[in-house]
């Protein structure tokens, strides 16, 4: 394990100490979004989170798994219209563009069992919701499992672990709700599995129990589709699901309703304009 020394740290009082490497990339991801723009400089960014120039981009490199620099290329509004100049679908043009969390199992193979209508009207009635919080990369998480598989999967702000809870729980009015961590702790090794932690080919797949209308869940279907490293905009996941691109916007809603963050790859979606989206759980968490 690499040990950060006095070199590495900057002398920045107030941002080196105490910080994680979660907190500092959530700061250095909303100074991108606000001011990518500008193209800032390696060495902005690493002052910024009070860290040595070569210690930042090893950090960047780990989490991101692509360079600032690169990952500064894929947010600029040039490269996003070229890219769309050249393709008819951004989905093609961007599956090599290197964009992906931490440790992200390329591997991870996740299928989804939908609601029949009579089970989405019943709203869970009859059924178990287990839940737990847990550790996560991108700091505690909250995760929603039923006997037929994972249903909710978010993040909690602070300490504020009621309002994902009442986000999650909207739709399963009638299932009893059970604290169980020690339940939901077993999906954990698997959602987030480090990329060197390869998983068995004949692994069961990770099981998603999902309650949304047909439209919702074509669009989750077509973000499944989405290799990682790739991205797409609204509009092409609208032609993917035989809508015309003016439909970008039901498409940002069905996105924005995904109850399963991370294993439905929300964040992989980006606006036309090569823009960062607005997503649920905060920018610092795509």
């Not at 723009?37 to 490199?61: C, D, I, K, T, W």
């Not at 847990?134 to 037929?148: I, K, Q, V, W």
């Not at 009442?166 to 020690?182: H, P, T």
């Not at 294993?263 to 036309?272: E, G, M, N, S």
């Amino acid at each position: 394990m690499h040990m950060q020394t006095n070199d590495e740290i900057a002398t920045n009082p107030v941002q080196a100490p105490g910080r994680s490497e979660y907190a500092r990339m959530g700061m250095v991801l909303d100074k991108l979004a606000d001011e990518f723009p500008n193209q800032p400089s390696l060495a902005e960014l690493a002052a910024h989170v009070g860290l040595s120039e070569p210690y930042f981009q090893r950090m960047f490199m780990r989490w991101v798994g692509v360079s600032p620099k690169k990952f500064l290329q894929h947010l600029t509004l040039a490269e996003a219209k070229r890219r769309l100049r050249e393709s008819a679908s951004v989905l093609d043009a961007a599956y090599d563009s290197g964009l992906s969390g931490p440790g992200r199992l390329h591997d991870l193979f996740v299928t989804f069992e939908a609601m029949t209508p009579g089970e989405y009207k019943a709203r869970g009635e009859g059924l178990t919701v287990r839940y737990g919080f847990h550790e996560s990369p991108f700091g505690e998480c909250l995760l929603m499992a039923t006997e037929r598989g994972i249903c909710g999967l978010g993040f909690v702000a602070g300490d504020a672990r009621d309002a994902p809870l009442a986000k999650l729980a909207r739709g399963w009015e009638r299932a009893e709700l059970v604290r169980d961590d020690a339940a939901t702790q077993a999906f954990m090794p698997r959602i987030f599995a480090e990329s060197g932690n390869s998983i068995p080919r004949d692994a069961p797949p990770i099981r998603l129990f999902l309650r949304g209308s047909r439209f919702q869940l074509k669009v989750w279907q077509a973000l499944l589709e989405i290799p990682p490293g790739g991205l797409t905009t609204y509009q092409d996941i609208a032609r993917r699901v035989g809508l015309p691109a003016g439909a970008a916007r039901a498409v940002g809603n069905a996105n924005g309703a995904n109850p399963v963050s991370w294993l439905i790859p929300c964040h992989r979606v980006i606006r036309k304009s090569g823009n960062l989206g607005g997503y649920g759980w905060g920018l610092g968490r795509t």
